[in-house]
């Protein structure tokens, strides 16, 4: 410690001054103005503290537009429930979008996770029909699509686009892979035995273009009709096609009419094990038909080279073996030939072997390839060519038929050859022309004026012969026809008096009756000598037995 100097001495007081009193000093107490205040301040506070604990997380949301989003009028809703409001808006650092500030309140504090799907809720035509024309007299609102994710997040990027089923609905996603979207679109239906189960999320173009991914959802419980074999195909509009084949017509449901649709079905002889699991892959087919046909297996790609007209032959047009279709034109093209200097029509056909038929064994399909050049070679020397046939007079469209044709003229293929070349013959319009151009030829050669010349001469003696004719009939009627009135007369009187002998009282007839009768007698009389002379010869000599002698 430091040392401190005394304290210097206190003055001396005069005799006559009192000595002070010292009194204890009391404590301050408030007054009862400041209460107020101070209540006044804990009741802020207090409020404070509640608006505080009431309020929910600040997010950041942003979108291509402001359009229809007004700070602090715009509500965020789930459900048709307020659960938040727009702050602020302000333009994204790149300019690209706006960012919207919102606050969200304390119950909706669970959607402001990693999943989550905000959207600006407006009027809009699509797909699945019309949605928000309920804005048109609340306004536009954020609209939210709450995540199931445990992760927090403050930064979202919105849909441009609501989304078509929300996150809480139960079932399975998948893709189809198709060669174009057709008339399909966000929310067209998805449809099993004409009920619709399901509905397009999505679609995608392939980075190369070569085709169209669509995202679809099926609702449970009816996920578990999609196994591994199941088919999938357009079933949108109608289905008017005009081919070969004839006039078909395909219709679904009226919602598949207007706005498009897909179609689902597993084969008659398949069962559905164990469902597909989500995001399996699936192939969209054009028709059911094409959809329902068993497996072809891997193409052959044949050449058929036609010396005529190919007007109505598409591409598409049927390849067809008896009836049975073995695949389709894939192109008609041109072509010349150095060596005849003519034009060929080059049609490029893509057949699949494996409808004539099925199974490891086949000879067409399984065995050695050897074994089935073998096979092509022998059908084509018992005749086996394509040839061009009408499908539809109509239209006048053509097809591609392969058949036997015991008399063509042999050819030699070369059935190694890649792409397989197969012989033809003319087709059966091409040959009707033919036989007919023939039979007009031999018409040519007919002389037809040297034949007039002679009709003319036989109907010129034909009508002179008729002429006599009526000249000798006239004659005979004035000649002839007297004679002949009284030689009927004649005739009319004998065939009255034989009338009257004939009649049964005329006395001929009784005479007759009579001779008849004594005829008969006589005959019984001979009758008897016979049997007489048949049992007893003897009497000829001796006399009837019991005669007197």
């Given at each position: 410690m ?12 005069p ?6 009193l ?8 408030p ?9 006044a301040?804990?009741?802020g506070?207090s ?13 950041t949301?942003s ?16 459900r048709?429930v307020?659960?938040g409001?727009v ?29 989550s ?24 609102y ?14 979202f ?15 399975r996603?998948y ?11 966000i929310?067209?239906?998805i ?17 190369d ?13 009816h ?32 919602a ?7 179609a689902?079905?597993?084969p ?19 028709d ?5 046909k068993a ?8 050449v058929?080279?036609?010396n005529?007209?190919v ?18 034109v ?8 150095r060596?005849r200097?003519?034009?060929a ?14 199974g ?5 399909t399984?065995?050695d ?6 096979l092509?070679?022998?059908l ?16 006048g469209?053509?097809?591609v038929?392969?058949?036997?044709f ?16 197969l ?5 059966d ?14 018409l ?7 034949i ?9 003696s034909?009508?002179a ?6 000249a000798?009939?006239?004659?005979l ?6 004679e002949?009135r ?15 002998v004939?009649?049964d ?6 005479e ?9 007698a ?17 009497s000829l ?9």
């Amino acid at each position: 410690m430091t040392d401190q100097p005394p304290p210097p001495p206190r003055p001396a007081l005069p005799d006559d001054i009192p000595e002070p009193l010292l009194e204890s000093r009391r404590p301050w107490l408030p007054s009862l103005v400041w209460a107020i205040p101070i209540l006044a301040a804990l009741i802020g506070i207090s409020l404070v503290v509640q608006v505080l604990m009431a309020r929910g997380p600040t997010i950041t949301i942003s979108f291509a537009s402001a359009e229809g989003i007004e700070p602090g009028k715009t509500k965020v809703k789930f459900r048709e429930v307020d659960i938040g409001e727009v702050r602020t808006v302000r333009l994204a650092q790149d300019g690209a979008r706006i960012v919207a500030t919102v606050e969200l309140t304390k119950e909706a504090t669970r959607f402001a996770v990693d999943d989550s799907r905000f959207w600006v809720v407006r009027p809009r035509l699509a797909g699945g029909g019309i949605s928000g024309l309920g804005t048109l007299v609340s306004g536009a609102y954020i609209g939210v699509d709450g995540g199931k994710s445990e992760e927090r997040r403050r930064e979202f990027a919105g849909l441009d686009e609501p989304p078509v089923v929300p996150a809480d609905v139960p079932g399975r996603s998948y893709v189809l892979r198709a060669d174009d979207l057709g008339s399909l679109d966000i929310g067209s239906p998805i449809f099993h035995r004409r009920v619709q189960v399901g509905q397009v999320t999505g679609f995608t173009l392939a980075p190369d273009g070569s085709d169209v991914s669509l995202r679809i959802f099926v609702k449970a419980p009816h996920d578990r009709l999609i196994g591994p074999n199941t088919r999938f195909w357009h079933a949108s509009g109608v289905d008017l096609s005009l081919d070969a084949g004839g006039v078909k017509v395909n219709t679904q449901s009226l919602a598949a009419v207007l706005l498009g649709g897909i179609a689902f079905a597993n084969p008659p002889d398949a069962t559905v094990a164990e469902p597909a699991p989500a995001e399996t892959s699936f192939a969209l087919a054009r028709d059911e038909t094409r959809a329902m046909k068993a497996p072809d297996g891997e193409p052959v790609v044949a050449v058929l080279r036609f010396n005529q007209s190919v007007r109505g032959l598409v591409a598409g047009a049927p390849v067809d073996f008896r009836g049975v279709v073995l695949g389709s034109v894939r192109s008609v093209n041109l072509d010349f030939n150095r060596q005849r200097r003519e034009f060929a029509a080059t049609v490029v056909a893509e057949l699949f072997p494996a409808r004539l038929a099925r199974g490891a064994d086949s000879p067409i399909t399984g065995g050695d390839p050897r074994q089935r050049a073998e096979l092509l070679s022998h059908l084509i020397r018992r005749g086996l060519r394509a040839q061009l046939r009408t499908g539809n007079l109509l239209t006048g469209q053509l097809y591609v038929a392969l058949d036997f044709f015991p008399r063509a003229a042999p050819v030699q293929a070369d059935v190694t050859a890649r792409p397989l070349e197969l012989p033809t013959v003319p087709g059966d319009l091409e040959e009707l022309q033919q036989r007919l151009a023939d039979i007009i030829n031999k018409l040519d050669k007919v002389p037809f004026d040297a034949i007039g010349a002679d009709l003319r001469q036989v109907l010129a003696s034909m009508d002179a012969t008729l002429k006599r004719a009526e000249a000798l009939a006239a004659r005979l009627d004035a000649e002839l026809m007297p004679e002949v009135r009284s030689s009927l007369a004649e005739l009319r009187r004998t065939l009255g008096s034989a009338g009257s002998v004939l009649a049964d009282d005329a006395p001929l007839q009784q005479e007759a009756r009579e001779s008849l009768r004594e005829l008969s007698a006589a005959a019984r009389a001979l009758r008897a000598l016979t049997d007489t002379l048949e049992h007893q010869p003897e009497s000829l000599l001796r006399g009837k037995s019991g005669d007197p002698k």
